[in-house]
């Protein structure tokens, strides 16, 4: 896209000082053959900028692309006004379509790795409410690896590439999954086609935790978001992913630009599953287990609102790779759950974000909100404000105070105040049940899938150890009999093709030293 603006005759080159540039071309030297000389502004401020032009990547989630678009709510929860829920503005207020900036991502690997890889995809949505920045960063996927966010560097470096090969080797993958029993749900689904979906438009959304609604009264209930896309659900094969990474690695970045640039935007109804705010003793699960699904026949689907991605970036770097989400994002009517993983997360992302972006990453247009701020926060790198808020008394930078500045707001209802009590300690939760859904997970999938992922296993798990392929069978046979046979089955077929064409290598060896016919070049 050509910027008519810097093709104007008016507008001429200058240097980030408003200097015009003469010659872009050459560097100031005494003599036409050098040396250069220190004093060399222009030089020196450009290469220097040059020099920081990347920020650090994600730590993970580092390969995305994103877009713009809005938010509207229906306004009702299965013909009940969604206000009995919850008080969010978000969703009470039908008529309004609420901005939101959307981040698509995959997870395990850096900035410029191929989007056909095996691996989660981010969903990472930033709604610019009138109260505020909502940000809800999810996942393709339901549910996640673990369920302690003490795991959770352990699992990412064992995803990653070897620390001294910088080769990604499976091994360590499934040596990590292998102790870690929590895993198998995940792995069922992340090594069956839905591990690779087919491109951002194409794939389901979801906040994966369990989060909770409160509504004027103070009440809450527990609630799950998922997204469907109206273009449908398309997910590949292995088989299909390479054939597409051999021709190119930016497919779904590239496939969602161009359909919102020839005005074919993607869509996304958004569903809730809702739960009252207890513990749920009747459920063979812990209802805030971020491994484990809420099945609609115990929880319903219901359908609350759409999303519609319209407008691409226009700068890729001020827009998706300073964009910040947290899970601590959230507005007046939706809240927390005690869920250790999204707690675990709430404190990990504005904490990178003070890192990769800057302590005012706060400031920037993609981030910070559309309704006014008003704050005593001040200082820091690169703040760049001199106005903190129309209301504000320059001299008056705290609260409370008798002479002026900012006041706080009254509470639009009731406090959500839940009850907590317990001794501080280090222990799992009590309903793990690793192994039930997934057996479920597995039994529910097509037969095309089932065939995917049991070759998808098969051959990861061939590159690994013995002591590794017997613990993940012993596993595969606790989620299903049959899940656990047929990965056993292949894999000891695999293992004798493996075997039988290294003996015909060492027979060729053989044969060809007897014959003479090794060369010695
Ligand atoms: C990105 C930490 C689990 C979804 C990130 C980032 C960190 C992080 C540090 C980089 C953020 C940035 O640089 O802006 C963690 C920790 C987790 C965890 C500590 C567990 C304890 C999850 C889970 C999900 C998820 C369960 C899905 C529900 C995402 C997404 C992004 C991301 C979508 C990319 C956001 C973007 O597009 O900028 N995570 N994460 N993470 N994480 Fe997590």
Redesign the pocket.
């Known amino acids: 896209m050509v910027n008519k603006k810097f093709n104007s005759e008016e507008e001429k080159l200058t240097n980030q000082q408003g200097h015009m540039v003469t010659d872009n071309q050459n560097t100031r030297t005494v003599g036409d053959r050098g040396p250069m000389t220190l004093e060399n502004y222009d030089f020196l401020e450009k290469i220097s900028h040059f020099d920081r032009e990347k920020i650090p990547e ?4 580092a390969r ?1 692309t ?1 877009a713009h678009g809005y938010f509207q709510s229906y306004g009702t929860v299965n013909g009940e006004p969604i206000s009995k829920y919850t008080r969010a503005k978000v969703f009470t207020e039908t008529e309004k379509q609420t901005p939101v900036f959307v ?3 995959s ?1 395990v690997h850096g900035k410029h790795s191929p989007e056909t890889l095996r691996d ?1 995809r ?3 949505i930033k709604f610019y409410t009138e109260d505020g920045n909502w940000d809800l ?3 393709n996927l339901k549910i ?1 690896f ?1 369920r302690d ?1 003490l795991k ?2 352990d699992m990412i470096h064992a995803f990653r590439p070897d620390p001294v090969t910088n080769i990604q080797d499976l091994e360590r993958m499934f040596d990590f999954v292998s102790q870690s029993p929590e895993a198998m749900h995940m792995i069922t689904f992340v090594y069956s086609p839905w591990g690779i979906p087919a491109t951002y438009r194409h794939m389901q959304g ?4 369990t989060y909770k609604w409160v509504n004027h009264e103070g009440t809450s209930v527990l609630v799950k978001y998922h997204w469907e896309p109206v273009q449908g659900i398309k997910n590949l094969t292995q088989g299909e992913a390479d054939k597409i990474q051999g021709k190119n690695f930016n497919h779904a970045t590239q496939d969602l630009y161009e359909a919102i640039e020839k005005g074919d935007y993607p869509e996304w109804e958004l569903y809730v599953q809702i739960m009252e705010d207890n513990e749920h003793p009747e459920l063979d699960y812990d209802p805030l287990d ?1 491994t484990k699904l809420w099945y609609k026949e115990e929880a319903p689907w219901h359908k609350v609102g759409k999303m519609v991605l319209n407008k691409n970036p226009e700068n890729f770097h001020a827009e998706v790779e300073q ?4 899970t601590g994002v959230l507005v007046d009517g939706l809240d927390f759950s005690d869920d250790k ?1 999204l707690q ?2 709430t404190y ?2 504005s ?3 003070r890192y ?2 800057g302590p005012n990453y706060l400031q920037l247009p993609i981030n910070r909100p559309l309704k006014n701020i008003a704050t005593n926060q001040s200082g820091g790198q690169m703040d760049y404000r001199q106005d903190y808020g129309d209301q504000n008394d320059p001299h008056v930078d705290y609260e409370p105070s008798y002479i002026s500045g900012l006041k706080e707001s009254e509470n639009p209802g009731r406090e959500h105040q839940p009850y907590v009590e317990g001794h501080l300690q280090r222990e799992p939760i009590p309903r793990t049940n690793n192994f039930g859904q997934a057996g479920e997970t597995y039994r529910r999938l097509n037969e095309w899938e089932r065939k995917d992922l049991i070759h998808n296993l098969v051959s990861a798990l061939s590159d690994c150890r013995k002591g590794i392929q017997d613990k993940m069978i012993e596993m595969f046979y606790q989620c299903d009999q049959d899940y656990g046979k047929r990965v056993e089955d292949g894999l000891k077929m695999a293992m004798n093709k493996m075997k039988s064409q290294e003996d015909k290598m060492d027979q060729a060896v053989d044969q060809a030293e007897e014959m003479g016919h090794v060369s010695d070049p």
């Open positions: 994600r730590i993970v989630h995305g994103g981040r698509f991502s997870v989660p981010g969903f990472a960063v999810g996942n996640f673990i966010p959770f560097p979801s906040g994966v935790h971020p964009a910040a989400f947290g993983l675990g997360r990990s992302y904490d990178t974000q990769r972006v």
